[in-house]
């Protein structure tokens, strides 16, 4: 089955610290991941995709095939980081040809001051 | 400016009453998508659009209808309201390869 796990609900860091929010990823052929952010009563904003290999706010990601993961990391934490963060894959639809977005339950990331 | 646009914001509305919830894209995306957000479920997608007259059911489709008459357009339809449809919806499109642009969300309590 097509999966996104975000295994953690939430998770409260102090500012300065370093993150990483988890995804692992269940899915057969060649992944295309993404990380989407959502800030407090704001719509979802796509943060990163692995194709490109970016690094958005200081936030990068890395796939690893063999763990099946995409976790997502920033070396300082900041304030303004605090948001809900999702992690995203596009699987193939249930018809030929289609394709579709998998969303996990997302974390939600509080920075302390 | 590029944007994926919803309305209304808010509504309430009494069981059994139909609605439709507007969406519509002015970057001539090919894919669009309903997301519904409930607090410990995440998104859940509802029904998807490959290009126009192209539909298909997402995770979660029962009690939805979608239609993609023009390109710009991906309305969300129900027929017939039921309390557990009360929940936070996003609409978003993108382009072959790329991430999502997500509506600013509407607000739906069905009562």
């Known amino acids: 089955a097509q999966r996104v796990t975000q295994p953690e609900k939430l998770l409260s860091v102090f500012k300065g610290a370093p993150v990483e929010l988890k995804c692992n990823y269940s899915?057969?052929?060649?992944?295309?991941l993404f990380w989407y952010v959502q800030y407090s009563r704001q719509r979802l904003q796509l943060l990163l995709r692995?194709?490109s290999r970016e690094s958005i706010k200081g936030f990068t990601a890395d796939l690893n095939k063999g763990e099946t993961s995409f976790h997502l990391k920033k070396p300082f934490a900041q304030e303004e980081d605090s948001a809900m963060y999702y992690c995203?894959?596009?699987?193939?639809?249930?018809?030929?040809?289609?394709?579709?977005?998998?969303f996990g339950t997302g974390t939600r990331l509080k920075v302390l001051a | 400016e590029a944007q994926v646009t919803q309305n209304p914001r808010y509504l309430i509305t009494v069981t059994g009453k139909k609605l439709t919830v507007t969406c519509s894209q002015n970057?001539?995306?090919?894919?669009m998508s309903w997301y519904r957000q409930d607090p410990g479920l995440g998104l859940r997608q509802i029904y998807y659009?490959?290009?126009?007259?192209?539909?298909d059911k997402g995770d979660v489709p029962e009690g939805y209808k979608v239609s993609r008459k023009e390109k710009r357009n991906f309305p969300l339809i129900l027929e017939s309201p039921s309390p557990n449809q009360t929940s936070l919806y996003f609409c978003?499109?993108?382009?072959?390869?790329?991430?999502?642009?997500f509506g600013s969300g509407t607000r739906l309590t069905v009562v």
């Open positions: 978003a499109s993108s382009a072959t390869g790329l991430g999502y642009t």
């Open positions: 899915y057969s052929g060649s992944p295309e």
């Open positions: 692995h194709i």
């Open positions: 995203a894959l596009r699987s193939t639809g249930t018809t030929s040809g289609t394709y579709k977005y998998i």
């Open positions: 970057m001539n995306h090919e894919y």
């Open positions: 659009s490959m290009n126009v007259e192209v539909t």
